[in-house]
């Protein structure tokens, strides 16, 4: 167990590694941040910023020699970065969790080999190859680089096959895979954690609104085909976490079809359809990957109230903030950003009960 007054370094800046950060705090740890960004909202509340890019191998090697362990609140840190740095110090997730998340292929095919189902899908290396996906697809289907979305952002969708050369414009012509449009009855998603000795807990399972590709809402309890296909949800989340030797908060993200379940994509760190386990549960995502990667056991994660809605300020939402901060059944979040570009993930508001 790393005792208290240890550092934890965290790879990322933003409003993940803030909420990471406030909880380290109140179990005694400090933190220090890597982000090669000015002025990153999770340094505001830590010890210490580096502020240099992911390929900055003097700075990664400086960095690991100022901290105790090191965490991430960002996927797509490289995984060279992640490589180096646990030459000289714990990393948790380590980077075979990376390397499976950062790339959307990598994600499906081991999901599918470890049982779980995907929509259809196809590789997509060339325009050329696009056309074929479309061939074995059909449409309506969305194109999504292999890297690097989030969002929303990297995805084009076609309704017709006379969208390929628009699609494959819109993404960059990037390597990408062609998904069937699915038609699913809700969204919804599975938080764990996984600690250092392989003990794991996952949270009541919320399902998750998404508005232009960007998550809204998060709130439980979930409907009913969702309670339903939990427990499958859950198991499969579980495997995954555990072929990966993961340590810390995992979130796998799902459709809920009507013929069943389907995995969507997966994330490994907290995660924002986890926000509302703050004020919703026992123990929040952000204590428990704190215990996780400091080597303590992991807490309950039991609902507190029947009823939990989580909702994104995004963009000019946030300029909504006098009044939200004035209803006392709000519990506001705001991430310290500057400007509310839209789009732009500014805070979160989490209400308990009717
Ligand atoms: P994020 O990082 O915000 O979770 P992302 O950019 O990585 O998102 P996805 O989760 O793959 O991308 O897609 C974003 C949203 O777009 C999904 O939550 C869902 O609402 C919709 N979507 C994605 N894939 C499909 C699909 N195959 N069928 C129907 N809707 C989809
Ligand atoms: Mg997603």
Redesign the pocket.
């Known amino acids: 167990m790393l005792p208290p007054g240890s550092t934890i370094g965290i790879l990322g800046g933003g409003q993940l590694g803030r909420m990471l950060a406030l909880a380290a705090a109140e179990l005694g740890y400090r933190c220090h941040i890597f982000a090669p960004e000015t002025d990153p909202p999770a340094a505001d509340v830590s010890a210490a910023h580096t502020r240099a890019d992911y390929a900055d191998t003097a700075a990664l090697s400086a960095f690991a020699q100022r901290v105790d362990v090191v965490t991430l609140e960002w996927e797509n840190v490289p995984c060279a970065a992640v490589r180096q740095l646990a030459g000289q110090v714990a990393v948790h997730p380590g980077a075979q969790s990376l390397e499976v998340a950062q790339d959307r292929m990598a994600e499906k095919q081991s999901v599918e080999w470890l049982g779980g189902r995907c929509?259809p899908w196809a590789q997509v290396d060339s325009r050329e190859a696009l056309d074929g996906a479309i061939a074995q697809i059909g449409v309506p289907a969305?194109l999504?680089t292999r890297r690097f979305?989030?969002?929303?952002?990297?995805?084009a969708r076609l309704h017709t096959a006379s969208d390929a050369d628009a699609a494959w414009a819109a993404i960059g012509q990037q390597p990408a895979i062609l998904?069937?449009?699915?038609d699913?009855a809700h969204?919804y998603s599975v938080i764990l954690c996984r600690g250092a000795d392989g003990t794991m807990v996952d949270w009541p399972v919320p399902v998750n609104l998404?508005k232009g590709?960007?998550?809204a809402t998060s709130s439980l309890p979930p409907p009913a085909l969702v309670r339903e296909q939990a427990p499958a949800a859950v198991a499969l989340a579980r495997t995954v976490a555990e072929k990966l030797g993961h340590v810390g908060v995992l979130t796998c993200?799902f459709?809920a079809c009507r013929d069943g379940l389907r995995f969507?994509?997966m994330?490994p760190r907290v995660h924002n359809s986890g926000h509302w386990t703050i004020e919703g549960s026992e123990t929040s995502q952000f204590e428990n990957h704190v215990r996780a990667v400091a080597g303590l056991p992991l807490r309950p994660t039991a609902l507190v109230n029947p009823r939990v809605t989580m909702t994104n300020l995004i963009g000019d939402d946030v300029a909504d903030w006098p009044r939200l901060m004035s209803d006392p059944a709000a519990h506001v979040h705001l991430y310290g950003k500057g400007e509310a570009r839209p789009g732009r993930k500014m805070g979160h508001v989490t209400r308990l009960g009717k």
């Open positions: 929509a969305i999504k979305g989030y969002d929303g952002k990297g995805q998904e069937a449009m699915v699913f969204e998404h590709g960007i998550l993200e459709f969507n994509e994330a």
